[in-house]
């Protein structure tokens, strides 16, 4: 991991649930590139490079999860992340306004950071770092949050929980029956 992320570039917890909220309504309103994007990157946690590798065929509707190429992992490098139905929802209608038939944002790294930059106020990158910490916040399993997230390694969720205080040695449902 090297040196660990600067979270005063990185939004809040809360931050990041009040731009979830706005962008949702506003890519419900207008499915364009410049609202279903930054909303991507932030339902995903996926770095922009994946995010420009996503096709109309790694979207799997019926278990409301996306297909995400990475090109970090050997072996098996798509891996499965979940996102709301709501999201699948807002991707049909951009996808049909569009008139998308395969890749779903068919532009260039640069482009879709400066629609991200603009539409977010951050760097793309922070939002993974969020989305990261936001799903242990929510009660998610680290093993969990490292399989969405694609990491290989341990050390940047360690440095997640740490981060959220979250405390891996709960108890567990069946410690009540001992």
């Known amino acids: 991991m090297g040196r660990p992320p600067r979270l005063d570039r990185c939004p809040t917890i809360k931050e990041y649930e ?3 909220r706005r962008m949702r309504y506003e890519a419900t309103r207008n499915p364009s590139i410049e609202k279903v994007l930054p909303l ?5 946690g996926a770095r922009i ?3 420009l590798m996503l096709t109309t065929v790694d979207i799997d509707e019926d278990d409301s999860v996306l297909y995400i190429l990475t090109e970090k992992v050997k072996g098996n490098p ?3 992340v979940p996102v709301p139905l709501w999201y699948i929802s807002i991707l049909h209608s951009y996808i049909i306004r569009n008139g998308i038939s395969y890749q779903l944002f068919p532009i260039s790294r640069t482009q879709a950071w400066r629609i991200v930059k603009k539409e977010l106020g951050y760097h793309p990158h922070a939002f993974r770092h969020t989305y990261g910490m936001y799903l242990l916040y929510k009660g998610l399993d680290p093993e969990t949050v490292r399989r969405i997230l694609g990491h290989s ?3 940047m ?3 997640y929980v740490k981060t959220v205080k979250i405390d891996t040695r709960k108890r567990t449902p069946l410690d009540e029956i001992f």
């Open 157 to 159: 969720i360690e440095y």
């Open 153 to 155: 390694s341990w050390e």
């Open 40 to 44: 991507t990157v932030l339902v995903t």
């Open 18 to 20: 009040d731009m979830v």
């Open 49 to 51: 490079s994946e995010i």
């Open 78 to 80: 798509k891996r499965v």
